[in-house]
């Protein structure tokens, strides 16, 4: 990109946006406004950075977050000032627990005109509170070498900590005098007389996506003594899912424990590579009889505990030693049990380990798998009679059908149980993406529409309550290249409150906790000019999802009457985990 020397903001924006184009930035998002023009004019002109006008922040901020999963990059996320940076604020908190790389540029006015009631203007220092990982205001623009060499290294600083040690947020605030559009000024003419390109940004070489090296004395001669042993796979957002799921099978092998996998862990999808896998957990520790049983001597869990309320609570009861594998530097232990966090990679923990072919079993193992290989089969069995609409068997029937390799993004609420709950192990190499750092249903649809965009053929598997939350994502569709195919589970409502007590108070359930909205979507999907189709029986289903379509957005309602489907859900795992010889 040849610098734009047109007035000072051009030269600075120019210069900034260069920089990162260098370091490895791919992808910019830009939202509208006044105040960020310079910035948003040199992330449009540079040829090798993808420039996405969005008009809703908040939306914005989720698509952001949504590329920076499917890349493993920093995305830059652009907006004006005044409150539009504010909407930011839910993906920002999200990207920083679910620990995302984001860059987020706020244009600002310049401090003489801040705390005087000048237009569109707030305190937008530490905007973000303490979620940033790093944050910093830039210098006002100046039209000297000193002060373009001070940019360039702030912006290197800037992606390096967005990345490392832990990947999160940098905030930079960006204040930005006029003239905001690319009117020519005569202060530049000096500086571009004496510029050489190439020297300016010489030392600037590719940045590679680098993860924390942590060494940590691993004590495999003391879990190797205790046979009673599990190993938990639990929410992990793995950029190299292969390796992933071969260090945990080398693991699981060599020590001859049981696997239980997250369903948002990418193991449930690699069954060929990991024989130790247990998916039906959930269901086994409902089993109270048999949960005590199966105490074990010690658990090693990898990564965040899975969603499984039945494993959790089971876990708080027996408090067992539990030895925690993860790079990040927080606390993982939501339980305060028994537990040690060993911070290193997967990798590392598993590299001197010989790849065994010796798959027996312990007679601890054994006891998980038969139980596994029972539950699987009544399962199956009552899936496949079970002529009506209900939310399990979509979660159950997904990885049967789509096309191998298919990125499945999972909503918060009940998709994300369900697919615990249903979702069968399988050697189709799916790859689930899902928001587990707030756990929140903000920005669903436009976090899906960010991981869509470019990638594979993708399935958003939602609530209609989480659909309905970010309908602002529909907008995206102008400039939206990709496939994306959108199954809404429509109960009319929450569906997960149908699962707690405060559903046997009525009033004032329904109108607010359950809170049906009462949309066509039909109708919704017209607006936006997004293809929709209604399912009336499951072979419906099963036609429209193997093949998926090249390109386009289209949206798949699956309608279920809530309440009833919260007595099936009860009933079915209630009935699997009974009567189940051990």
Same mark, same amino acid.
């Given at each position: 990109m040849?610098?734009?020397?047109?007035?000072?903001?051009?030269?600075?924006?120019?210069?900034?946006?260069?920089?990162?184009? =260098?370091?490895?930035?791919?992808?910019?998002?830009i939202?509208?406004?006044?105040?960020?023009?310079?910035?948003?004019?040199?992330?449009?002109?540079?040829?090798?950075?993808?420039?996405?006008?969005?008009?809703d922040? =908040?939306?914005?901020s989720?698509?952001?977050l949504?590329?920076?999963?499917?890349?493993?990059?920093p995305?830059?996320?652009?907006?004006?000032?005044?409150?539009?940076?504010?909407?930011?604020?839910?993906?920002?908190i999200?990207?920083?627990?679910?620990?995302?790389?984001?860059?987020?540029?706020?244009a600002?006015?310049?401090?003489?005109?801040?705390?005087?009631?000048?237009?569109?203007?707030?305190?937008?220092l =530490?905007?973000?509170?303490?979620?940033?990982?790093?944050?910093a205001e830039?210098?006002?623009?100046?039209?000297?070498l000193?002060?373009?060499?001070?940019?360039?290294?702030?912006?290197?600083?800037?992606?390096?900590?967005?990345?490392d040690p832990?990947?999160?947020?940098?905030h930079?605030?960006?204040?930005?005098?006029?003239?905001l559009p690319?009117?020519?000024?005569?202060?530049?003419?000096?500086?571009?007389?004496q510029?050489?390109?190439?020297?300016?940004?010489?030392?600037?070489?590719?940045?590679?996506?680098?993860?924390?090296?942590?060494?940590?004395?691993?004590?495999?001669?003391?879990?190797?003594?205790?046979?009673?042993?599990?190993?938990?796979?639990?929410?992990d957002?793995?950029?190299?899912?292969?390796?992933?799921?071969?260090?945990?099978?080398t693991?699981?092998?060599?020590?001859q424990?049981?696997?239980?996998?997250?369903?948002?862990?990418?193991?449930?999808?690699?069954?060929?590579?990991?024989?130790?896998?247990?998916?039906t957990?959930d269901?086994?520790?409902?089993?109270?009889?048999?949960?005590?049983?199966?105490t074990?001597?010690?658990?090693?869990?990898?990564?965040?505990?899975?969603?499984?309320?039945?494993? =959790?609570t089971w876990?708080?009861?027996?408090?067992?030693?539990?030895?925690?594998?993860?790079t990040?530097?927080?606390?993982?232990?939501?339980?305060?049990?028994?537990?040690i966090?060993?911070?290193?990679?997967?990798?590392?923990?598993?590299?001197t380990?010989?790849?065994?072919?010796?798959?027996t079993?312990s007679?601890?193992a054994?006891?998980?798998?038969?139980?596994?290989?029972?539950?699987?089969?009544?399962?199956?069995?009552?899936?496949?009679?079970?002529?009506?609409?209900?939310?399990?068997?979509?979660?159950w029937?997904?990885?049967?059908?789509?096309?191998?390799?298919?990125?499945?993004?999972?909503?918060?609420?009940?998709?994300?149980?369900?697919?615990?709950?249903?979702?069968m192990?399988?050697?189709?190499?799916?790859?689930?993406?899902?928001?587990?750092?707030?756990?929140?249903?903000?920005?669903t649809?436009s976090?899906?529409?960010?991981?869509?965009?470019?990638?594979?053929?993708?399935?958003?598997l939602?609530?209609d309550?989480?659909?309905?939350?970010?309908?602002?994502? $529909?907008?995206?569709?102008?400039? $939206?290249?990709?496939?994306l195919?959108?199954?809404?589970?429509?109960?009319?409502?929450?569906?997960?409150?149908?699962?707690?007590?405060?559903s046997?108070?009525?009033?004032?359930?329904?109108? $607010?906790?359950?809170?049906?909205q009462?949309?066509?979507?039909?109708?919704?999907?017209?607006?936006?000019?997004?293809?929709y189709?209604?399912?009336?029986?499951?072979?419906?289903l099963?036609?429209?999802?193997?093949?998926?379509?090249?390109?386009?957005?289209?949206?798949?309602?699956?309608?279920?009457h809530?309440?009833?489907?919260?007595?099936?859900l009860?009933?079915?795992?209630?009935?699997?985990?009974?009567?189940?010889d051990?």
């Open positions: 040849t610098i734009d020397f047109r007035n000072i903001n051009t030269l600075w924006g120019s210069v900034l946006v260069e920089t990162l184009h =260098r370091l490895g930035l791919k992808t910019a998002v939202c509208p406004g006044s105040r960020s023009t310079p910035i948003a004019i040199a992330f449009a002109q540079h040829p090798n950075i993808d420039a996405i006008p969005i008009l922040e =908040r939306s914005a989720f698509f952001a949504g590329l920076a999963k499917q890349q493993g990059i995305v830059a996320l652009v907006c004006t000032s005044g409150t539009a940076g504010a909407n930011f604020y839910p993906a920002v999200e990207a920083k627990e679910s620990r995302v790389s984001l860059l987020v540029l706020t600002d006015r310049p401090p003489e005109l801040r705390h005087c009631h000048a237009g569109q203007t707030i305190d937008q =530490r905007l973000y509170g303490h979620y940033p990982t790093w944050q830039l210098a006002t623009p100046e039209a000297n000193e002060r373009l060499s001070y940019l360039r290294q702030t912006i290197i600083h800037a992606w390096r900590r967005s990345l832990i990947p999160g947020i940098v930079l605030n960006i204040p930005l005098r006029d003239p690319p009117i020519p000024q005569p202060e530049t003419i000096p500086i571009q007389l510029w050489n390109q190439e020297t300016f940004f010489s030392h600037i070489p590719p940045q590679q996506v680098t993860f924390p090296q942590i060494f940590s004395l691993i004590p495999y001669e003391q879990w190797q003594s205790l046979e009673k042993g599990i190993i938990i796979a639990g929410v957002q793995s950029y190299f899912p292969q390796e992933y799921c071969q260090a945990i099978a693991l699981a092998q060599h020590l424990y049981p696997v239980l996998a997250e369903a948002l862990s990418p193991i449930r999808n690699y069954a060929d590579l990991n024989p130790y896998l247990i998916s957990y269901i086994i520790l409902r089993n109270s009889e048999i949960a005590q049983k199966l074990p001597d010690i658990v090693i869990q990898i990564g965040e505990l899975p969603t499984s309320k039945e494993l =959790r876990l708080e009861k027996i408090n067992p030693t539990r030895w925690i594998i993860t990040s530097a927080d606390n993982l232990d939501a339980l305060h049990g028994k537990t966090h060993l911070r290193t990679t997967l990798e590392q923990l598993t590299e380990l010989p790849k065994t072919q010796n798959l079993l007679i601890y054994k006891q998980w798998h038969e139980l596994e290989r029972k539950i699987q089969q009544k399962m199956n069995k009552m899936m496949i009679e079970e002529n009506q609409l209900v939310e399990g068997k979509v979660a029937l997904l990885p049967q059908i789509l096309p191998a390799q298919t990125p499945i993004i999972i909503a918060n609420s009940m998709p994300v149980r369900d697919v615990e709950f249903f979702w192990p399988n050697s189709q190499r799916f790859y689930p993406y899902f928001s587990r750092g707030a756990n929140g249903i903000d920005g649809l976090t899906a529409l960010g991981i869509s965009y470019k990638n594979n053929k993708s399935v958003l939602t609530g309550l989480a659909l309905l939350h970010d309908t602002n994502g $529909f907008l995206i569709k102008q400039k $939206f290249i990709g496939s195919t959108i199954i809404v589970i429509n109960n009319n409502g929450g569906g997960i409150f149908e699962m707690l007590s405060i046997q108070f009525e009033p004032p359930f329904e109108d $607010f906790f359950a809170t049906p009462n949309i066509d979507f039909k109708k919704l999907c017209h607006t936006y000019g997004v293809d189709y209604l399912i009336h029986q499951w072979s419906e099963i036609d429209l999802l193997n093949p998926l379509p090249e390109n386009g957005i289209r949206l798949i309602e699956v309608p279920i809530r309440k009833n489907n919260a007595q099936w009860n009933k079915t795992l209630n009935t699997l985990a009974e009567n189940i051990f």
